[in-house]
């Protein structure tokens, strides 16, 4: 620890660097002994419950992308569902592969699911 880091009582945020509030951290270094740290427990602390938040919110964010593609897709199945409700059965099996080529296309991002058969 250098010489104007001994001197310091408190942390950056006003925390005492005493008691509880205070751990060491020993910084490994290359080819020389470990730099010791003081920490303050309470941003530590801070730090790591902003960091858990900021990571939940970011699977939120992708969970809600995935539901929404998937209600997209629902959508897209059950338009295709009406539309060969009640046809003629010998048009089915070329609508089907029709149905299987669009399907193909839009699972592999060519084309979004909201646009219209």
Same mark, same amino acid.
């Given at each position: 620890?250098?010489?104007?880091?001994?001197?310091?009582?408190h942390c950056?945020?006003?925390?005492?660097?005493?008691?509880?509030?205070?751990?060491?951290?020993?910084? %490994?270094?290359?080819?020389?002994? %470990?730099?010791?740290?003081?920490? +303050?427990?309470?941003?530590?602390?801070?730090?790591?419950?902003?960091?858990?938040?900021?990571?939940?919110?970011?699977?939120?964010?992708?969970?809600?992308? +995935?539901?929404?593609?998937?209600?997209?897709?629902?959508?897209?199945?059950?338009?295709?569902?009406?539309?060969?409700?009640?046809k003629d059965?010998?048009?089915? %099996?070329?609508?089907?592969?029709?149905?299987?080529?669009?399907?193909t296309a839009?699972?592999?991002?060519?084309?979004?699911?909201?646009?219209?058969?």
């Amino acid at each position: 620890m250098s010489s104007t880091n001994r001197t310091k009582t408190h942390c950056p945020n006003g925390h005492p660097y005493s008691g509880q509030n205070l751990y060491l951290y020993e910084r %490994p270094q290359h080819n020389r002994p %470990p730099y010791v740290e003081r920490r +303050c427990r309470e941003c530590a602390n801070r730090r790591s419950k902003e960091q858990a938040e900021a990571k939940r919110k970011v699977e939120r964010a992708a969970l809600a992308a +995935c539901e929404e593609e998937q209600r997209a897709r629902d959508h897209f199945i059950a338009q295709w569902c009406r539309e060969i409700e009640g046809k003629d059965a010998l048009a089915l %099996p070329e609508k089907m592969m029709r149905f299987g080529e669009q399907y193909t296309a839009r699972s592999q991002g060519e084309v979004a699911w909201d646009e219209p058969i």
